[in-house]
């Protein structure tokens, strides 16, 4: 598996000796509760900021990328008055919370505007699962936009799987992963229509707003690694340089029993918890993202007449792999630290009360003065805010199956909020284990059944593709939660 990069991890060793980068990555909480309450203040705005070499002129919360990070416990208060510095409107959600959808708290249909602030709130459930979470704007059809210019944040719920004591003794990181294009100008490249339908990637990988920073490990001891994918369009097929990655939570929260991974693949807005055990000889080892090949749609493409002059920035920038990270050890402790053996039991959803088919597609063509238009369906539909596409019974559990019918389109990432479900099969064969998710890649030609419950909140949310330049092509529907 190491081999295809080997001449690549040359060129991007040397290039480290000419950049070097040992920013440290850090762990400590930017924003945490106090007695059952997190207040905070957030503000969107343009800032100007340096990845790598080049400066880069690009929107924030609070001046820094990512916003800082929010920690709060099951049965906190969470109130944040969020103020908009853009020249455009934007908004604020909360992905993968188990919050109310309506209001003040996780309501996607609020817009702000430019210079008003708007207070968010909401109050966690006792019951909501320890997790790592992801706040980014969510203003239908910007975006894409605006998390590729720098938006986006950690979310962080403490509790049961933290207590866990072999993961307490863990040190803990985040890795929160975002790419960026930058022109010679330091600014954000408009998309052309091969970003739009490919969802626009850039070539600058970032960890914590860094390329590549260094985290360490201490010999023998235990690294806990919080990744988020914070990527706009980008897949990451992650791997660590002789170490084995064991996988601990996913979306939404604690799996039963660490999964001993060689890679991890998430789609955008996907996270992922993991262990590292510093069991190898002392040293540097890279954590790579390694090529992965999502679909291009060039069939389509070609289909749509589109001509030359498409590879922009982003086009084929997921054909080698690229160093996200490194892992150093550091200090040492004087006796191996184990892996836990159990984390936290995912419990058996009931069978569905009904079974929803849910298509996805896209579709092209020329139209009279506005030139080429791409659009993503669900069920051949684009987004409409005023059609509600599935009413569920709140209280109820249904199956959704997820089908990618381009016969050679591009893989999505399919997003529910509100409801966390978990996957039951891929193509007909069951998932290799039981495991919370809010986000999911679906590939060509895949079909994935999901199993939803749908609890504590009526109202309307939404689903989509999260390859964001997807969604605002339409690739977005409405379910309302009915009482
Ligand atoms: Cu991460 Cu609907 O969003
Ligand atoms: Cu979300
Ligand atoms: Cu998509």
Same mark, same amino acid.
């Given at each position: 598996?190491?081999?295809?990069?080997?001449?690549?991890?040359?060129?991007?060793?040397?290039?480290?000796?000419?950049?070097?980068?040992?920013?440290?990555? !850090?762990?400590?909480?930017?924003?945490?509760?106090?007695?059952?309450?997190?207040?905070?203040?957030?503000?969107?705005?343009?800032?100007?900021?340096?990845?790598?070499?080049?400066?880069?002129?690009?929107?924030?919360?609070?001046?820094?990328?990512?916003?800082?990070?929010?920690?709060?416990?099951?049965?906190?208060?969470?109130?944040?008055?969020?103020?908009?510095?853009?020249?455009?409107?934007?908004?604020?959600?909360?992905?993968?919370?188990?919050?109310?959808?309506?209001?003040?708290?996780?309501?996607?249909?609020?817009?702000?505007?430019?210079?008003?602030?708007?207070?968010?709130?909401?109050?966690?459930?006792?019951?909501?699962?320890?997790?790592?979470?992801?706040?980014?704007?969510?203003?239908?059809?910007?975006?894409?936009?605006?998390?590729?210019?720098?938006?986006?944040?950690?979310?962080?719920?403490?509790?049961?799987?933290?207590?866990?004591?072999?993961?307490?003794?863990?040190?803990?990181?985040?890795?929160?992963?975002?790419?960026?294009?930058?022109?010679?100008?330091?600014?954000?490249?408009?998309?052309?229509?091969?970003?739009?339908?490919?969802?626009?990637?850039?070539?600058?990988?970032?960890?914590?707003?860094?390329?590549?920073?260094?985290?360490? =490990?201490?010999?023998?001891?235990?690294?806990?690694?919080? =990744?988020?994918?914070? !990527?706009?369009?980008?897949?990451?097929?992650?791997?660590?340089?002789?170490?084995?990655?064991?996988?601990?939570?996913?979306?939404?929260?604690?799996?039963?029993?660490?999964?001993?991974?060689?890679?991890?693949?998430?789609?955008?807005?996907?996270?992922?918890?993991?262990?590292?055990?510093?069991?190898?000889?002392? $040293?540097?080892?890279?954590?790579?993202?390694?090529?992965?090949?999502?679909?291009?749609?060039?069939?389509?493409?070609?289909?749509?007449?589109?001509?030359?002059?498409?590879?922009?920035?982003?086009?084929?920038?997921?054909?080698?792999?690229?160093? =996200?990270?490194?892992?150093?050890?550091?200090?040492?402790?004087?006796?191996?630290?184990?892996?836990?053996?159990?984390?936290?039991?995912?419990?058996?959803?009931?069978?569905?009360?009904?079974?929803?088919?849910?298509?996805?597609?896209?579709?092209?063509?020329?139209?009279?003065?506005?030139?080429?238009?791409?659009?993503?369906?669900?069920? $051949?539909?684009?987004?409409?805010?005023?059609?509600?596409?599935?009413?569920?019974?709140?209280?109820?559990?249904?199956?959704?199956?997820?089908?990618?019918?381009?016969?050679?389109?591009?893989?999505?990432?399919?997003?529910?909020?509100?409801?966390?479900?978990?996957?039951?099969?891929?193509?007909?064969?069951?998932?290799?284990?039981?495991?919370?998710?809010?986000?999911?890649?679906?590939?060509?030609?895949?079909?994935?059944?999901?199993?939803?419950?749908?609890?504590?909140?009526? $109202?309307?949310?939404?689903?989509?593709?999260?390859?964001?330049?997807?969604?605002?092509?339409?690739?977005?529907?409405?379910?309302?939660?009915?009482?």
């Amino acid at each position: 598996m190491w081999t295809a990069g080997a001449v690549l991890l040359t060129q991007l060793s040397r290039n480290s000796v000419l950049s070097p980068q040992l920013q440290q990555a !850090s762990a400590a909480p930017s924003t945490t509760s106090n007695s059952s309450l997190l207040e905070t203040v957030l503000e969107a705005r343009p800032t100007a900021i340096q990845l790598g070499q080049q400066w880069g002129n690009l929107i924030t919360y609070n001046g820094q990328i990512p916003g800082p990070r929010l920690e709060a416990k099951p049965g906190d208060t969470v109130r944040i008055r969020f103020t908009n510095r853009l020249p455009q409107a934007t908004n604020l959600h909360f992905h993968g919370l188990h919050i109310p959808p309506t209001g003040n708290a996780d309501n996607i249909f609020l817009s702000v505007s430019p210079g008003e602030t708007q207070t968010y709130e909401f109050t966690l459930p006792k019951n909501h699962p320890a997790g790592t979470f992801y706040y980014h704007p969510h203003l239908h059809e910007f975006v894409a936009e605006q998390v590729f210019g720098g938006l986006g944040g950690i979310f962080v719920v403490r509790g049961e799987l933290d207590e866990i004591p072999e993961i307490q003794a863990a040190k803990e990181e985040f890795l929160f992963l975002k790419d960026f294009a930058l022109n010679a100008n330091g600014e954000v490249p408009r998309p052309n229509h091969m970003d739009l339908m490919r969802g626009r990637e850039g070539l600058i990988l970032t960890a914590n707003g860094q390329v590549n920073p260094t985290v360490t =490990i201490p010999a023998k001891g235990l690294l806990r690694l919080r =990744i988020v994918n914070a !990527s706009t369009s980008r897949f990451y097929r992650l791997s660590l340089e002789n170490h084995p990655l064991y996988l601990i939570a996913t979306d939404g929260g604690a799996i039963t029993k660490p999964v001993e991974l060689q890679e991890l693949l998430l789609s955008p807005g996907e996270r992922a918890e993991v262990l590292i055990q510093g069991n190898r000889s002392p $040293g540097n080892y890279q954590l790579l993202s390694l090529p992965y090949d999502r679909g291009n749609g060039m069939g389509m493409m070609r289909d749509g007449m589109m001509g030359g002059g498409m590879m922009n920035s982003s086009s084929s920038t997921s054909n080698a792999s690229q160093v =996200i990270a490194t892992l150093s050890y550091q200090d040492y402790i004087p006796q191996q630290l184990p892996l836990p053996e159990k984390l936290i039991p995912v419990e058996t959803l009931p069978q569905p009360s009904k079974i929803r088919r849910i298509e996805m597609s896209m579709a092209m063509g020329m139209q009279p003065g506005m030139g080429m238009q791409i659009a993503f369906l669900f069920n $051949g539909k684009t987004f409409d805010m005023n059609r509600i596409d599935a009413a569920v019974k709140l209280g109820s559990v249904e199956d959704w199956e997820l089908v990618n019918v381009d016969p050679d389109g591009m893989e999505h990432s399919f997003h529910l909020h509100t409801n966390p479900f978990q996957v039951i099969s891929r193509n007909g064969k069951p998932d290799p284990y039981q495991a919370w998710e809010d986000t999911l890649r679906v590939r060509a030609n895949e079909t994935v059944r999901i199993r939803i419950p749908f609890r504590n909140f009526a $109202g309307k949310a939404v689903y989509h593709c999260h390859v964001l330049d997807h969604e605002d092509l339409g690739m977005m529907g409405i379910v309302e939660m009915q009482a």
